[in-house]
């Protein structure tokens, strides 16, 4: 059916086209209701329109179209591009056929996102709600005669909640509706754990950063081996009389008692005021450590020994290039210093003390110089012409003086420790895989009847240890200082007294508390 509304060509027809006209409006009696008319042609040919007022003698009355409709809102996110919108158009023209276009203008920012093909608007894209959740469109709807509606509609994105967007290991209804938690971070309450194994793994709440409320966060307490279920915080696993809560706040290690491996218990560096964490920081200088060392040395420029002001900068580096001293504390693993040392050199010859503070820009030494297994000494020179020049290679210290100075501190304070009596200084858990149990260096406290384990702690060597008061269900081995067995079946608490004994002597009594609840 040829739709377009046409004039009829030639006189004869025109009359009878207008014949035809009066007729159907006598016949239908409406001027408002779409009929069919159709025209026969002298060759035999037929012709149908459509006439929109019957009764007029005019083919071109068409209406606009009033209305653009969606059959649907919006797209899903995460699903490949082609899902499909299909429009339709209320036209007072009925049968009427329209070609849809997507309009520049206000209301069609996002006409790029989308594809007309037909009467289907498509997506060419692949949404992601949490990206974006709605895109603006602006359509067009034309019908056969070139009238047209323009419509602006707002297509919304489907939020997936099976996808699990933080990839934490749990998906966004499970954080939303579950948890509690966000489904954009994977750590909602920056304790260091990731939601997804808090939840399944850890059974740790993830939205308190301290499950326990312990003052130790969950991911520290995971990472360094302690029970972020369990009030742990006054317990010393590492028995350097730091607390676990204390060397959370100092970031230590709570499993190692000298965490910066420099020589001294992290205890003794916070008692002393200095930095458990940084070898340099030492609480005191090791007895009889020298603040400076003798050294001589050789300077050519080119094939000539210098004569003359030279100017040096030393610094003492490990092998691995850390910085333990520089002349003037400014070299940074192994850089050169920035201020310079002027010392006379006599045929290439050189005398001066390290670490002599009289001299401009030096600095003394510092005990950790000597209690390094290698140290090597790093020499810049200059000749005052061109420039500073780092001298090659490094010079291993490995003085007679140098030697013995370091042994001695290292080893001297064990010397010391052993020959005197011990001391005992409380117990260890042989394991902490039972949450039940409390321990401290100087009570236990658990469930009555709960099975225990412990190993005694003294300094310096024990031949046999003893104990009063141990209750019925628990033995020691007063070799290695092993208490295991369980705790009393009654509640009540149970006093005992621990004593040590090596060839010099018994320690004082240690009085243990057994608390069986």
Not at 65 to 71: E, G, T
Not at 101 to 112: A, P, T, W
Not at 233 to 248: G, I, K, P, T
């Amino acid at each position: 059916m040829k739709r377009r509304a046409e004039r009829v060509t030639g006189q004869a027809f025109l009359a009878t086209t207008c014949l035809l006209l009066a007729f159907a409006g006598s016949l239908f009696g409406r001027d408002d209701d779409p009929r069919e008319i159709t025209i026969v042609h002298p060759d035999g040919t037929q012709e149908t329109h459509i006439l929109i007022g019957v009764g007029t003698t005019s083919f071109e009355g068409y209406n606009f179209p009033k209305d653009v409709f969606l059959s649907k809102p919006d797209f899903d996110e995460n699903v490949a591009p082609g899902q499909v919108i299909t429009l339709s158009v209320k036209d007072p023209d009925i049968g009427d056929e329209h070609e849809f276009g997507l309009v520049v203008g206000v209301g069609g920012e996002d006409n790029s996102a989308f594809t007309l093909v037909g009467n289907e608007l498509r997506s060419n894209a692949t949404y992601d709600y949490e990206a974006k959740n709605s895109y603006s469109v602006r359509i067009s709807a034309t019908d056969i005669s070139g009238l047209s509606i323009v419509k602006n509609f707002t297509v919304t994105i489907n939020d997936d909640r099976t996808e699990d967007f933080d990839n934490d290991g749990l998906t966004e209804a499970q954080e939303e509706d579950v948890h509690g938690t966000s489904d954009l971070d994977p750590d909602s309450d920056d304790d260091g754990l990731v939601d997804g194994p808090e939840v399944n793994v850890h059974n740790t709440d993830p939205t308190k950063p301290d499950t326990e409320g312990d003052g130790m966060p969950d991911g520290w307490e995971h990472v360094n081996g302690l029970n972020p279920l369990a009030n742990d915080a006054a317990n010393d696993d590492d028995l350097d009389q730091l607390s676990n809560l204390v060397e959370y706040q100092r970031s230590t290690d709570p499993q190692d008692a000298d965490t910066d491996q420099d020589g001294f218990s992290d205890y003794a560096e916070v008692a002393a005021g200095k930095d458990p964490i940084d070898r340099l920081s030492l609480p005191v200088p090791a007895p009889n450590v020298p603040q400076f060392m003798n050294y001589a040395g050789l300077v050519k420029v080119g094939t000539t020994n210098f004569t003359g002001q030279g100017k040096f900068k030393f610094a003492f580096v490990e092998a691995n290039g850390t910085t333990l001293w520089s002349n003037d504390g400014t070299s940074v693993n192994g850089s050169a210093p920035q201020g310079e040392v002027t010392i006379p050199v006599q045929d290439g010859r050189y005398v001066l003390a390290l670490g002599d503070v009289s001299l401009t820009n030096m600095l003394a030494l510092p005990a950790s110089v000597f209690t390094r297994n290698d140290v090597r000494l790093r020499v810049w020179f200059d000749d005052g012409a061109n420039g500073s020049q780092l001298l090659s290679p490094d010079q291993r210290v490995g003085s007679v003086s140098y030697s013995m100075v370091a042994g001695w501190a290292t080893n001297a304070l064990t010397a010391r420790e052993l020959a005197r009596p011990p001391e005992v200084l409380g117990v260890a858990p042989v394991s902490l895989s039972d949450a039940a149990i409390v321990r401290s260096l100087y009570h236990v406290r658990g469930p009555a009847g709960q099975a225990l384990a412990l190993k005694l702690r003294a300094m310096g060597t024990v031949n046999a240890f003893s104990v009063e008061g141990l209750p019925a269900g628990l033995t020691i081995n007063v070799a290695n200082g092993l208490i295991q067995g369980n705790l009393p079946s009654e509640a009540g608490n149970h006093e005992i007294t621990l004593k040590a004994t090596n060839p010099y002597g018994t320690s004082p009594p240690f009085t243990l508390y057994l608390v069986a609840e």
